[in-house]
T-cell receptor, first 114, second 118 residues
């Protein structure tokens, strides 16, 4: 049982490049979400999904795309990287809406855009 | 709209003492959940405790308890008998939305950095 797996752990991009951050969970969780963490700003929700085929925007969706074709995977795409997207990105999932056992987080991806 | 406020950017506590980390929230939804997470310097997010809006009693998990005051919209985390390993960033978070709806979002506060001194 791997939990929530994020790849890569580190990435350096040049401005204007595109890339996909991968998130996979093997817990049959319906709810998945992406956050970015910046100093002094906590974790901000980028996009989330309540099930395969259903996604919605969070607080800071601009510059990011998501899709949810399977229950297991929820990739985050950066369309044209900008230095403002330098951040630590976390993927999180939960089994149920109530999530009394909390959301399970991946270990994060540290992205630097130069 | 959902909002979570943590007004203490940083706190110090002596080892073995209790500490309270403040969290206030704002929502118009009667159904919501409140969470606390710990983020040590290694960066992982560790779930500590959960409180549902309809729960009658305050949640407790070992040395962690949640002081839930619904009318005041506060959900403070109390850590009893602090240990050096409790030094970390602590985040309060709230989930609101209806079962099966597309409004299920988990929103975080800006965090409180706790330093436990020997």
């Amino acid at each position: 049982n791997a939990g929530v797996t994020q790849t890569p752990k580190f990435q350096v991009l040049k401005t204007g490049q595109s890339m996909t951050l991968q998130c996979a969970q093997d817990m049959n969780h319906e709810y998945m979400s992406w956050y970015r963490q910046d100093p002094g700003m906590g974790l901000r929700l980028i996009h989330y999904s309540v099930g395969a085929g259903i996604t919605d925007q969070g607080e800071v969706p601009n510059g990011y795309n998501v899709s949810r074709s399977t229950t297991e995977d929820f990739p985050l795409r950066l369309l044209s990287a900008a230095p403002s997207q330098t951040s630590v990105y976390f993927c999180a999932s939960s089994y149920s809406f109530v999530a009394k056992d909390g959301y399970t987080f991946g270990s994060g991806t540290r992205l630097t855009v130069v | 709209a959902q909002k979570i406020t943590q007004t203490q950017p940083g706190m110090f506590v002596q080892e073995k003492e209790a500490v309270t980390l403040d969290c206030t929230y704002d929502t118009s939804d009667p159904s919501y959940g409140l969470f606390w997470y710990k983020q040590p310097s290694s960066g992982e997010m560790i779930f500590l405790i959960y409180q549902g809006s309809y729960d009658q009693q305050n949640a407790t998990e070992g040395r962690y308890s949640l002081n839930f005051q619904k009318a005041r919209k506060s959900a403070n985390l109390v850590i009893s008998a602090s240990q050096l390993g409790d030094s970390a960033m602590y985040f309060c978070a709230m989930r609101e939305g209806n079962y099966g709806g597309a409004t299920n979002k988990l929103i975080f506060g800006t965090g409180t950095l706790l330093a436990v001194q020997p």
